[in-house]
């Protein structure tokens, strides 16, 4: 198969996590015979620096003209960097969201899985976290409150603020649909979270998902009111496979899973679109406080290198080849920093990135 990949390395340990991506999947491309292109491009700091803006048209063409995107992650220390004293639209994040609107990525998806071999960071109880867990937020990106009407009015010297919080069918079925198909290659259970004692919107939410359910037999169909799912999250996450919700709801919810999780450099994501083009990156962000110190933990995005070949281009085998990989060298005691705890070996990034490569 040809796949062909826009990268944008990005700020920070960007580059450096993004190199150990493409090596595991150079390898990967290597044993199961797939010819793999990478076009590098700029975007944040980066390509303010070079062009700047945070993000080109040209680099937007590039993107579109490619299968999938692979970002590590842009921005740089905001209370002393440059960059951060530019008008807001110029700044490194604001090529994120023009990125996003450009490519017309609606759903998020973000794994949090709790390792076996990493269950001692996680902050629930032993009896918790002994069963382990492994789960998807899949979260609407692009409407909900963050795009409703806003304004604030002063009426007889009372200042009230709006936010206004719109679906439309098309925006609740789209992303259902995903959940449900995304369900089917995994445990077949998703848990569609909502507010619907209280919203329209999530009255609509309900309806909808309900009407795409029956075309999944296969998958199971739970609701969940959101602040009941907040409580399960910490009281029983091995229940959830993939979560659906609406974009407020999925931002914290999928934060808080995060948490719990422990472990900020192993958590993946990835943005889809109505095709199966995706843009796949690290859930952290570019930690500038220690960038080109070797130190970073890549596993994150070589998840999400693993995520891509998975959604975009089908490649269950050669993803799970990737996760097996990394639990592999789990399994062997290896660490880097950010996760590292007693009687195991600490490595740097480049090192970490090496075993997983040997271990596809
Ligand atoms: P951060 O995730 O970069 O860092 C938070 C803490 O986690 C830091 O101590 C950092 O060293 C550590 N950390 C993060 N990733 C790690 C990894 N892979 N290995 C080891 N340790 C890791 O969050 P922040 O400090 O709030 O943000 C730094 C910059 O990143 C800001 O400019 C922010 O805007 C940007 N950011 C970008 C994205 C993105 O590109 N999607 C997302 C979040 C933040």
């Known amino acids: 198969m040809n796949l062909n990949i826009c990268c944008i390395p990005g700020d920070g340990i960007g580059p450096e996590i993004i190199a150990e991506a493409k090596k595991v999947l150079k390898k990967v491309a290597e ?21 700047g803006v945070p993000l080109t048209d040209e680099t937007i063409a590039v993107a579109k003209e490619s299968d999938a995107v692979l970002m590590g992650s842009i921005g740089g220390d905001t209370n002393t960097s440059p960059w951060y004293e530019l008008e807001p639209h110029l700044r490194p994040e604001a090529g994120l969201l023009k990125i996003r609107k450009s490519l017309n990525l609606f759903a998020n998806l973000r794994p949090a899985v709790l390792y076996p071999q990493l269950a001692g960071a996680c902050p629930l109880k032993e ?14 990106l692009t409407g909900g409150l963050y795009f409703g009407e806003r304004k604030t009015v002063e009426e007889n010297g009372m200042l009230t603020a709006i936010d206004t919080l719109t679906y439309t069918e098309e925006e609740i079925r789209r992303i259902a649909v995903k959940g449900f198909e995304i369900a089917r290659k995994r445990r077949g259970k998703v848990t569609s979270v909502d507010k619907a004692n209280v919203l329209d919107s999530s009255r609509l939410w309900r309806k909808v998902v309900n009407q795409v359910a029956p075309n999944y037999p296969e998958v199971t169909l739970e609701h969940m009111l959101v602040d009941n799912c907040a409580m399960q999250l910490v009281r029983d996450p091995a229940q959830f496979d993939v979560i659906l919700t609406e974009n407020m709801f999925g931002d914290i919810l999928s934060d808080e899973a995060s948490m719990v999780t422990g472990s900020i450099g192993m958590l993946a994501s990835a943005s889809l679109n109505d095709s199966r083009f995706g843009l796949y990156e690290p859930s952290h962000g570019s930690a500038p406080d220690i960038a080109g110190k070797d130190i970073a933990n890549p596993i994150a995005t070589i998840l999400s290198a693993a995520m891509m070949l998975k959604f975009t281009f089908d490649l269950d085998e050669e993803a799970a080849a990737i996760e097996k990989a990394v639990e592999a060298v789990l399994e062997k005691g290896y660490r880097t920093g950010d996760i590292m705890s007693e009687g195991c070996i600490q490595v740097g990034c480049s090192q970490m990135g090496s075993l997983i490569e040997e271990a596809i």
Do not use: Q, W
């Not at 009896?127 to 609407?140: C, P, Q, T, V, W």
């Open 31 to 51: 044993k199961y015979g797939h010819n793999m292109e990478f076009t590098d491009v700029l975007m944040g700091g980066a390509s303010i620096d070079a062009y």
């Open 127 to 140: 009896e918790i976290s002994a069963k382990g867990f492994n789960m998807l937020i899949m979260r609407e």
